[in-house]
């Protein structure tokens, strides 16, 4: 599949000069706060720009105030002539001209791994939060880090409060009020006082190195990702003030990104570019059972995913849409594609399955890999079959091929219906496959 030129129309680039790392929105400012990173190196009059971007060009620039943990760290060995050395920004921009507004500079070493945009507690402010880790080369992890709390009002960046954590912040998720982040091994959550301070309400170590983490629409539940152990689900039990493990994957899956489908199904991303769906069964008779997740569906996509995020390309017009799918979540890879992931009904995918084993059949791939070969799930643990997923690529190439190739891929195709087989006409599966291409 591919992006409509006319969806193109409302696409404007606006030149860093450095590279963008994380992006978030504030509504309430009409700001974006985005983290950049940029490259400097360590010349005779000290560390200098290797390039002009916005961040050395800005006209407001503020500088981070505190040190904390540097001088307790172990690192910071000085800097060689010639030596280079990455600087990360939090760039304030105008929502409506894309100006950059205002630049904030942290420390040298300080690596911004995330942000984001919320309310905390009974506060009315909103504010940015920032989670860093201070990295050294000597280190294999990083042992401190900072969560930092800013406040943009009246063209000013004000750093509200600040707390050390013992290790690098690697997501900062709002969470019924307060701040949930997972640093290094643990998962932590944050509650805001009257005082304007984070002040730790309870904390969860099982994690090897817990990478990624999202918050169900109705907050009760918290998926998180490993660097090694796939997927586990957390539940916020308010009256203990405990986070609790409900269920878990056990299959030993690299994490890079994670996403909750629903309440029962969550999905997952590892780093052999392979995608997989888990489910776990909340009414099952044994608490063993209510534990462990099950892997409903695998596919390998050939690109590693980075991001997963529930919205979509397109303007939903359901009234035109033969094609009755719910939700869908974009996926974003480090080759830069963007790809779109939705849920089809069992009669729908069944139809569907098939057309896709007879397109596989009738065209020839580059190289003539054979479909079922290419997306198979293949890791250092296991080599399996491809099974839930439907590859819409493969589908949408039925729109090009001549009308007597599409006769013969239709001939006997059938939908259930009400525990019935109906025939499909070829007119039925164009539009069925015109309308999934529209979705994107």
């Known amino acids: 599949g591919t992006i409509d030129a006319i969806q193109k129309l409302h696409i404007r680039s606006v030149p860093l000069g450095e590279g963008p790392e994380r992006i978030t929105y504030q509504e309430e400012t009409s700001t974006f706060g985005v983290i950049t990173r940029r490259l400097d190196v360590m010349d005779k009059g000290g560390v200098k720009p290797v390039r002009e971007s916005v961040s050395t060009q800005a006209i407001s620039t503020s500088q981070a105030t505190t040190v904390t943990g540097i001088a307790r760290s172990g690192g910071g060995t000085p800097l060689q002539f010639g030596e280079e050395v990455e600087v990360y920004n939090l760039l304030i921009i105008d929502q409506n001209t894309f100006e950059v507004i205002h630049v904030h500079t942290f420390h040298q070493n300080e690596y911004v791994q995330c942000i984001t945009s919320c309310k905390l507690g009974d506060d009315k402010s909103v504010y940015y939060v920032v989670g860093t ?10 042992k401190i880090g900072r ?4 406040s943009w009002a009246d063209g000013k960046l004000t750093q509200v409060a600040e707390k050390e954590t013992k290790g690098g912040v690697w997501n900062v998720l709002p969470f019924e009020g307060k701040l949930l982040t997972t640093v290094n091994s643990t998962v932590r959550l944050w509650e805001w006082t009257h005082d304007k301070e984070l002040r730790l309400e309870c904390s969860y170590f099982n994690h090897i190195l817990a990478l990624y983490a999202k918050v169900s629409p109705a907050g009760d539940f918290i998926l998180l990702g490993d660097i090694m152990r796939s997927l586990n689900l957390l539940q916020y039990r308010p009256m203990e003030s405990s986070l609790e493990e409900v269920a878990r994957d056990y299959n030993p899956n690299w994490s ?5 489908i629903d309440d029962e199904r969550f999905l997952g991303a590892e780093s052999h570019n392979n995608l997989y ?5 909340s009414a099952a008779n044994t608490e063993e059972d209510r534990m462990q997740m099950s892997e409903v569906g ?10 997963f995020r529930h919205g979509s390309l397109v303007m939903e017009h359901l009234g035109d849409n033969t094609v009755p799918h719910t939700g869908s979540i974009l996926v974003g890879t480090v080759h830069g594609s963007i790809r779109l992931l939705t ?3 069992q009669d729908l995918f069944d139809t569907l399955y098939e057309l896709q084993r007879r397109l596989a059949k009738k065209i020839k791939s580059v190289g003539r890999i054979e479909h079922a070969y290419y997306r198979r799930f293949v890791s250092d643990k296991k080599s399996e079959a491809s ?3 439907i590859d819409g690529d493969l589908i949408e190439t039925f729109l090009e091929l001549d009308r007597s190739t599409l006769e013969e891929l239709c001939l006997g195709l ?11 006409e070829l007119d039925d599966i164009m539009k069925i496959v015109e309308d999934l291409s529209r979705i994107h």
Do not use: Y
């Not at 880790?133 to 990083?142: A, N, T």
């Not at 969560?147 to 800013?150: A, G, M, T």
């Not at 769906?277 to 069964?281: A, E, M, S, V």
């Open 147 to 150: 969560l930092i709390i800013f």
């Open 277 to 281: 769906i888990c489910q776990r069964d």
């Open 256 to 260: 890079t990104a994670v996403e909750i």
């Open 298 to 307: 695998q596919i390998h996509l050939g690109e590693m995913v980075n991001v």
């Open 414 to 424: 059938t939908k259930e219906t009400n525990g019935e087989k109906i025939p499909l």
């Open 133 to 142: 880790g201070l990295v050294f080369p000597d280190e294999s992890e990083p």
């Open 387 to 389: 099974h839930g997923f």
């Open 343 to 345: 849920r089809l009904p």
